[in-house]
């Protein structure tokens, strides 16, 4: 790996400090404007407010046109609140004003940054290590680093409200919390027969989402399915597949089309039910050899994991959604649903049906309905379509 996770996440701090810099003059008038409201209603503590602030401005004065210090900042301030103070700050009054600073600092990065949204998680990651220290928590600051991305990205993904957002989401975490270039998610479907693209991160995004390939296609996961199959639902873990030549195990297409080298392949899975529900790949970017870094794993598996409980819910309430017009427009029969799954499994019209004992004309008639509701192109889409819509499994 190019980059140790410790060295990944102390960059996020970077930027975060780098880009609070920038505007910092807005941020003062942001912070004094809170300040003063506070002392207009009398709040207790606003003394914290007062020396976070401070403290703040003092170092982000510094470092505008300049590398940021972080061990300056994380080693300076629990002494100086010491000195002044002369013991530990109370963690309620700490985090209160903490979380008042913090949501002014995303407010000016908002107005500033058309997608600042795509900023505000270092934001969040600078002001959880300022409580951290500040609660006087550092004794073992590397041992735990993997813990604070697991934590980071979290908080990220816990915000989303659709199914939409939740995929959107978990896609941009694990490329912006890891040190990782590129990433795609999938979900497994046709009892983990078929892999349909959901979302491409610094991919091209419909390229991943019109992909539906038949996971007997790429050997080292078939491999690790069949494997799991075996254990029954007494499967609690799924490792992530280090693939250090994609051309040895993935289609060739993706291979040229993508530039795929070096990967990791992710499990989205949740332990509790024995299910596995998708996979996120990653890389270092086209063409781009990596060997496996283990101190990377413990992240992983926890991204993974977290990710598979947040979709399994929405995939949920999705499938609980009764009596709404997109509901209707989409509603298929039984029979419709069967020629699905045969389309997704790669079944000809011929193939479909001969299995369902109808006539190849009725087939080729429900596929024409099932394209117009589905507003698909071709089958390919109508299947990826109908397995990201959760129409079959």
Not at 39 to 45: D, E, H, I, L
Not at 76 to 95: G, K, V, Y
Request: with cysteine; charged share 25%; glycine share 4%.
């Amino acid at each position: 790996m190019s980059k140790s996770l410790n060295h990944h996440l102390n960059h996020l701090l970077e930027d975060a400090v780098r880009l609070l810099s920038r505007y910092l003059d807005e941020l003062l008038d942001e912070w004094n404007s809170t300040l003063q409201f506070l002392k207009n209603t009398n709040k207790k503590s606003i003394f914290v407010y007062e020396f976070i602030s401070d403290f703040l401005d003092e170092f982000l004065s510094t470092v505008r046109n300049d590398d940021a210090d972080l061990s300056k900042l994380f080693d300076d301030m629990p002494a100086a609140w010491l000195a002044a103070f002369h013991r530990e700050p109370e963690p309620e009054a700490l985090i209160f004003q903490l979380n008042l600073l913090e949501n002014s600092a995303h407010r000016v990065v908002k107005a500033k940054i058309s997608y600042s949204s795509k900023l505000h998680p270092s934001i969040h990651y600078l002001f959880s290590k300022v409580s951290e220290v500040l609660l006087f928590k550092r004794e073992n600051y590397h041992y735990s680093v993997w813990k604070d991305a697991v934590i980071l990205f979290n908080e990220w993904i816990i915000r989303s409200q659709t199914f939409q957002e939740a995929v959107e989401n978990i896609c941009y975490g694990f490329g912006y919390f890891l040190p990782f270039q590129r990433c795609a998610l999938f979900r497994f479907a046709n009892e983990e027969s078929i892999a349909a693209g959901l979302c491409g991160h610094h991919f091209n995004n419909e390229e991943i989402q019109a992909i539906a390939e038949k996971i007997t296609n790429i050997p080292v996961l078939n491999e690790s399915l069949v494997k799991l199959k075996s254990q029954g639902t007494q499967m609690k873990n799924f490792q992530p597949i280090y693939v250090a030549d994609a051309e040895k195990e993935f289609p060739e297409k993706y291979v040229k089309s993508f530039k795929l080298t070096s990967l990791i392949i992710v499990p989205i899975y949740v332990p509790e039910e024995g299910k596995i529900i998708g996979g996120m790949i990653l890389d270092q970017g086209p063409e781009t050899f990596f060997p496996l870094d283990s101190s990377l794993l413990p992240a992983l598996i926890k991204f993974g994991q977290s990710s598979g409980e947040l979709l399994l819910k929405h995939f949920q309430a999705e499938r609980n959604k009764k009596d709404t017009p997109e509901d209707k427009q989409v509603y298929l029969s039984p029979r419709e649903i069967e020629i699905i799954k045969l389309l997704a499994e790669g079944a000809s019209t011929q193939i479909a049906a001969s299995k369902l004992y109808l006539s190849e004309y009725t087939v080729r008639d429900h596929i024409s309905n099932i394209m117009k509701r589905l507003n698909a192109q071709n089958r390919t889409e109508v299947a990826v379509k109908a397995i990201r819509m959760g129409i079959i499994d």
